[in-house]
């Protein structure tokens, strides 16, 4: 149980476009997503919590117009890099807290690496 | 002070030998403790989690060790195996605050 998938697993893109990932609770609801990033051998760095139905909260230092985040269901995320640059290249990680419970342990899906050409 | 210190940065164990991974934290707010396995390409997988009420978790071979006065918490894996090479990260997260802070991750190698 406690499934989470992420779709895709992997994009290639040009530079200046504009890249959507999808963040879905296969098997629970999940009032609260967060999304991560995380660079070659490094950790895994949050950059916003996204809950249903309202705006996400970004970290410090993450552009919110650049990452946009709608949760408009209580089994889906999605992280939209717009406008995106080859520095924006990175694993991206998204994560589910179950509504029941509404506290850890937090469900990780298996990322998307963007490419950005 | 929302720091979570992780070493060693990378280990090498022999198999069948004990995998130990340290973590520190300065905030004494924070209550629940999990560590995570991650192999390339995928995402965290939670492996054992303990909260600071007791000293010791084991789950198979996975047990850890939380002191809470020293504010250290670690990861011991017996028996290591050649499909426990993966990498490590310890996290820690404060009451009904939801987030993680996740340690620098440790690289754990265990030759055949």
């Known amino acids: 149980g406690a499934v989470v998938s992420q779709h895709p697993s992997w994009v290639i893109c040009k530079s200046g476009t504009s890249v959507k990932i999808e963040c879905r609770s296969l098997d629970f609801q999940a009032t609260t997503m967060f999304w991560y990033r995380q660079f070659p051998k490094q950790s895994l760095m949050l950059m916003a919590t996204?809950?249903?139905?309202?705006?996400?909260?970004?970290e410090q230092g993450v552009e919110k117009d650049k990452f946009l985040i709608n949760h408009a269901s209580l089994t889906l995320s999605t992280l939209t890099v717009t406008s995106a640059h080859p520095e924006d290249s990175s694993f991206y990680i998204c994560s589910a807290l179950p509504r029941e419970t509404g506290n850890q342990p937090q469900h990780f899906g298996d990322g998307t690496r963007l490419s950005i050409l | 002070q929302q720091q979570v210190k992780q070493s060693p940065q990378s280990l090498i164990v022999q198999k069948g030998g004990i995998s130990i991974i340290n973590c520190a934290y300065e905030n004494t707010a924070f209550d629940y403790f999990p560590w995570y396995q991650q192999f390339p390409g995928k995402g965290p997988a939670l492996l054992i989690a303990?909260?600071?009420?007791?000293s010791e978790k084991k789950e198979g071979r996975f047990t850890i060790s939380f002191n809470k006065s020293a504010k250290q918490f670690s990861l011991h894996i017996m028996d290591s195996q050649p499909g426990d090479s993966a990498t490590y990260f310890c996290?820690?997260?404060?009451?009904?605050?939801?987030?993680?802070?996740f340690g620098t991750g440790t690289r754990l190698l265990v030759s055949p």
């Open positions: 996204s809950n249903e139905g309202s705006k996400a909260t970004y």
């Open positions: 996290a820690a997260s404060p009451p009904g605050f939801q987030k993680l802070v």
């Open positions: 303990i909260r600071p009420d007791v």
